[in-house]
């Protein structure tokens, strides 16, 4: 007759996960007030950040301002004539609220080390140590691929789009009407932060896709079948953030389209993994 097995069955979670996360388990009002310490530690980083901001907020809009002048120098390099970039405003506050806006924005930037810092401690002490483990990598990658993202928006599409804008202008010569580009400065900003915003978090489609893989609500076999959706959505999110011209569309729909073949990458590492450590377990 077989012996019984008297070996204990794999625990899920770990005992030891279990007592951590017992142990930091706190009533509801300790919560709260930890909440509201972390915002108000968010808030004053976002307040220095706006701080320093605002005061070079003429050299940061200057910087913001290249793009244009490449642009410029190309069209007038390509039509032969002297263009000479320019911009206005019309209200008497208008570039002072600007020069708010872009401090507000950069402080933001600025500060999103403090405050992912501020969100990871506040989510810490409700995730075992190996979803701890898993977090921290992709609070490194999220700025990082955000930053790539701004780039590309700095160096590629706000030169195309302003070359863009710069070929409509028409000359007054041979009895036509001179049409010259003069953007207000609070549009010029909009612009520049729309797309960057836009390019910046469409960055973030790998870190989406795979922390949604580790949660187990997406798979690589779903992201692959789902290919031919995600590139009509691709398209569609270059053609309503570029000049309307396909070769804009591609520029920015080809990087994306690339991230999202990494996404499908990843998920199958995480998948991979996954299945690894369950044969561990049962075996």
């Known amino acids: 007759m077989r012996e019984k097995d008297t070996a204990a069955p794999p625990q899920d979670p770990p005992a030891a996960d279990e007592a951590v996360m017992e142990n930091s388990r706190a009533p509801l009002l300790d919560h709260l007030l930890e909440l509201r310490t972390r915002l108000i530690w968010a808030l004053i980083a976002v307040a220095v950040g706006f701080g320093i901001c605002f005061a070079f907020s003429l050299p940061l809009y200057d910087l913001l301002l290249k793009p244009y002048t490449t ?53 810490a002490p409700g995730l075992y140590r190996h979803e701890r483990g898993a977090f921290l990598p992709f609070m490194l990658i999220s700025p990082a691929l955000f930053t790539l993202g701004a780039s590309f928006v700095y160096y590629v599409m706000m030169p195309m789009v302003m070359r863009f804008a710069l070929m409509q202008e028409q000359m007054a010569e041979g009895g036509r009407i001179g049409i010259q ?70 520029i920015l729909g080809v990087p994306v389209l690339l991230l999202y073949e990494i996404s499908i990458f990843s998920v199958a590492l995480v998948e991979r993994k996954r299945e690894k450590e369950e044969a561990e377990e049962s075996a």
């Open 181 to 250: 580009l003069l953007p207000r400065v609070s549009e010029f900003l909009n612009l520049t932060t729309t797309l960057i915003l836009a390019f910046g978090f469409s960055f973030q489609l790998p870190v989406v896709l795979t922390l949604m893989g580790m949660a187990g609500l997406v798979s690589a076999a779903a992201l692959r079948k789902g290919r031919k959706f995600a590139i009509v959505g691709i398209l569609a999110f270059a053609a309503f953030f570029t000049p309307p011209d396909v070769i804009s569309q591609i």
């Open 71 to 123: 642009a410029a120098t190309l069209v007038s390099a390509q039509k032969g004539t002297s263009i000479t970039p320019e911009l206005i405003f019309t209200g008497p506050m208008e570039f002072f609220f600007v020069k708010i806006k872009l401090a507000l924005f950069g402080g933001i930037i600025l500060a999103f080390p403090v405050i992912a810092w501020q969100v990871y401690r506040f989510v």
